[in-house]
């Protein structure tokens, strides 16, 4: 019963891979896949700050503004 689904998936998954090496992508190069540049190391921490900050403050920020609205 699972034969034939295995069969298909197996040569789907082999088509996705070969595809994705012919189109250029050469990994085991560290940052290729990343959606932000990890060469310029300034930038890179700003924007750390910048989401993991937002990130932990908006449940604080949302308190304040729930107190201060009574």
Known sequence: ??????RISNQ???NVMRSFVRNGSHGGVPGENLPFDIHNRTRLTLNLFWFVGTGLAAPFLIVLH?????
Not at 1 to 6: K, S
Not at 66 to 70: M, T
Request: charge should be positive; glycine fraction near 14%.
């Open 66 to 70: 729930q107190l201060a609205k009574k």
């Open 12 to 14: 789907a998954g082999r």
């Open 1 to 6: 019963m699972l034969g034939p689904i295995a």
